[in-house]
């Protein structure tokens, strides 16, 4: 069964670079695409971007120009940077896998996540 | 972007209720429509996809429907497990969007 694991600093200062990473074990790293998201109060679920296994990665038009995601398929995993954070962006940041039923369909979902991570901007 | 926005924010309910969650899309996005539930402290998980394909272990008492710009989550007999938040999210275009949530408690 495939499970996602975040971690990374829980805590990271104003105008500097957060960056998490997330495991994935128990199934296929490839074929999938992976996905960052957020949760905060103020801003609910918040999609940040995801990354196939060949590295091609999209991202959302309001954070584009801040985030950089990455994958490492020798170790299993992808990678979130953020920088240039402020406090808006503290929030429990999950991992998860943007997946589909089959090859042929065209209904994605995030159908595996990770537990969450919470990540605090503060000096 | 297309915005979701589901309603009611929040609703008190008695166990053996029906319960119905409604979310609107702000345009078009035929059945890309997905359900989430998500219980204190932890993470979404995903009920219901194409707005109304069962994920599998899902119970079925949780059905969805519609099309085009309005969708609706149904819990047939409300379940003192079924406390949560719940989400729907757009699947049709990107950047993927969630509705704002819609939180269930118990009477």
């Known amino acids: 069964q495939v499970q996602l694991q975040e971690s990374g600093p829980g805590l990271v200062r104003p105008s500097e670079t957060l960056s998490l990473t997330c495991t994935v074990s128990g199934g296929s790293f490839s074929t999938n695409y992976w996905s960052w998201m957020r949760q905060s109060p103020g801003k609910g679920l918040e999609w940040i971007g995801h990354i196939f296994h060949s590295g091609s990665a999209t991202y959302s038009p309001s954070l584009k120009s801040r985030v950089t995601i990455s994958v490492d398929t020798t170790n299993n995993q992808f990678s979130l940077r953020l920088n240039s954070v402020t406090a808006a962006d503290t929030a429990v940041y999950f991992c998860?896998?943007?997946?589909?039923?089959?090859?042929?369909?065209?209904?994605?979902?995030?159908?595996?996540w990770g537990r969450g991570i919470l990540v605090t901007v503060s000096s | 972007d297309i915005q979701m926005t589901q309603s009611p924010s929040s609703l008190s309910a008695s166990v053996g209720d029906r319960v119905t969650i409604t979310c609107r899309a702000s345009q078009n996005i035929n059945n890309y429509l997905n359900w989430y539930q998500q219980k204190p402290g932890k993470a979404p998980n995903l009920l219901i996809y194409a707005a109304s394909i069962l994920q599998s272990g899902v119970p079925s008492g949780f059905s969805g429907s519609g099309s085009g710009t309005e969708f609706t989550l149904t819990i047939s007999s409300l379940q003192p497990e079924d406390l949560a938040t719940y989400y729907c999210q757009q699947s049709y275009t990107s950047p993927w969007t969630f509705g704002q949530g819609t939180k269930v408690e118990f009477k």
């Open positions: 998860a896998r943007w997946s589909s039923v089959n090859r042929g369909s065209a209904h994605w979902y995030f159908d595996i």
